[in-house]
């Protein structure tokens, strides 16, 4: 090898190293080994914002933690393969406001997990029950999904600021179809000539506020917990009084309860989605919007 050769070898061999330097200090860290940026929701409808914002941007993959039958968060216990994939996730998505129960569990085994919650906002003001505990089913209210979009959105670009464009880019597309979804929805909704609702459980004040429901009445209050004989007394008495008798059950749940209140009173039994459970793949992006419509009609039917 001559000198000019020799010479030329080892300034590239000098630039490669050089630039792999510059990489490693200005580069988004990545726990995974396959040079993805690796994204990990709690549950579904953190996925469907998540794949709004991430999904089909070349270097980030999206994967939900929990099963697609797993409704709301409240008793959830971690799987050691649940723990398996938070080791390799370079940011995790939740909802907040106490949701994820689970989630000092989960900072114990990975201290160093960057968690973006959804509900990190001050625009997000928690509806709280009578102990003071505040309801974290936010989502239900489309307004509070557009603010979480935006929370999620912001901390994305702060923690992989390599996509930071794309996600911006995705997620005003997103905002645009929540905006015109909720507007339709208050063109649906806000004059209907009922508004006494009766529901499954304490998952949809949110809904009911933005839409100027009056919710009078919870058929469980534990998901998952038959009413107690006093509690189902007192709803059949409060169902009894209404001008418009409807309870709307939920369908990840039994509706034996509801099935009992309406045996009682002639209420009529409807279904709403609290949009928790669905298969976690590219196809759920229209999920919450479809689903959220389905509500609305569902709602228009029920209380004309």
């Known amino acids: 090898m001559n000198l000019k050769r020799f010479l030329a070898l080892v300034l590239s061999l000098c630039l490669i190293f050089a630039l792999a330097g510059c990489q490693g200090q200005s580069g988004t860290a990545k726990n995974g080994h ?7 929701t709690s549950f579904y409808p953190m996925y469907i914002d998540v794949i ?18 797993t409704g709301c968060l409240h008793d959830y216990q971690l799987t050691t393969e ?16 106490g949701m994820e129960q689970f989630l000092d569990k989960a900072m114990k085994t990975q201290p160093k ?19 003071g505990e505040g309801n974290p ?29 794309a996600y911006r880019k995705n997620a005003l597309d997103y905002l645009t179809k929540l905006e015109a979804l909720r507007d339709e ?20 004040p949110y809904l009911a506020k933005q839409f100027h429901l009056n919710l009078v009445g919870v058929i469980e209050r534990e998901p998952g917990t038959e ?30 309860a509801a099935e009992t209140i309406a045996h009682e009173t002639g209420a009529s ?24 419509r389905q509500n609305m009609k569902t709602l228009k039917e029920a209380l004309q």
């Open 34 to 40: 396959d040079g993805k940026f690796h994204i990990v």
């Open 52 to 69: 709004n914002i991430a999904g089909g941007i070349d270097g980030v993959e999206v994967t939900n933690l929990t099963e697609p039958q």
């Open 82 to 97: 649940n723990m398996k994939t938070l080791e390799t996730a370079d940011a995790f998505v939740i909802n907040g406001s």
């Open 113 to 131: 997990l960057k968690v973006i919650d959804a509900s990190k906002t001050d625009d997000i003001n928690l509806i709280k029950d009578p102990d």
């Open 137 to 165: 089913h936010v989502w239900l209210s489309v307004t509070y999904t557009i603010c979480q979009v935006k929370a999620i959105t912001a901390q994305l670009c702060d923690t992989d600021p390599e996509h930071a464009d």
């Open 185 to 204: 929805m208050h063109a649906n909704l806000d004059d209907l000539p009922h508004k006494d609702i009766v529901t499954f459980h304490e998952a949809f």
């Open 227 to 256: 009413p107690t004989p006093q509690e189902l007394e007192e709803t059949i008495e409060q169902v009894k009084e209404l001008p418009v008798k409807v309870l709307f059950t939920e369908p990840q749940y039994s509706p034996a």
């Open 269 to 292: 039994i409807y279904t709403l989605d609290p949009i928790v459970t669905g298969e976690a793949t590219p196809e759920a992006k229209d999920d919450y919007l479809n689903k959220m």
